[in-house]
């Protein structure tokens, strides 16, 4: 059964970092292309960042582009959202999920669910003072 299992989270203040780790198993992990996705309360899901399956020019949203870096270790079969610089807009549950696409999202047009293939669980961040 595939799964993948976010960790990392919390609650850091504002300009502070946090590292996120995605955990993946149950499929073959370097056969796709990972993301980041988030979803504030009452918002709708937004796409964080891509990576594809070499880990090579991972793509971000404007909102997180500069203070965001994506990256996967294939042989660890785990992927990875280094936040840096982390703002109160930044306070959402994250989420990691795969694809055997790769894709990325341009402004005004939103990730659906069905685009991927597994989802984890969720993982939530708070930035807050």
């Known amino acids: 059964e595939a799964r993948l299992v976010e960790s990392g989270g919390g609650w850091v203040q504002p300009g502070e970092s946090l590292r996120l780790s995605c955990a993946s198993a149950?499929?073959?992990?370097?056969?796709?292309?990972m993301y980041w996705l988030r979803q504030a309360p009452g918002q709708e899901l937004e796409w964080v960042g891509s990576?594809?399956?070499?880990?090579?020019?991972?793509r971000y949203a404007d909102s997180v582009e500069g203070r965001f870096t994506i990256s996967r270790d294939n042989v660890e079969n785990a992927l990875y959202l280094q936040m840096d610089s982390l703002k109160p807009d930044d306070s959402a549950t994250y989420y990691c999920?795969?694809?055997?696409?790769?894709?990325?999202?341009?402004?005004?047009?939103?990730?659906?669910?069905?685009?991927?293939?597994?989802w984890g669980q969720g993982i939530q961040v708070i930035v807050s003072s």
């Open positions: 999920a795969a694809s055997d696409l790769f894709r990325y999202y341009t402004s005004g047009v939103g990730p659906e669910k069905g685009d991927f293939d597994y």
């Open positions: 149950g499929f073959s992990f370097s056969d796709y292309s």
């Open positions: 990576i594809n399956r070499i880990g090579r020019r991972p």
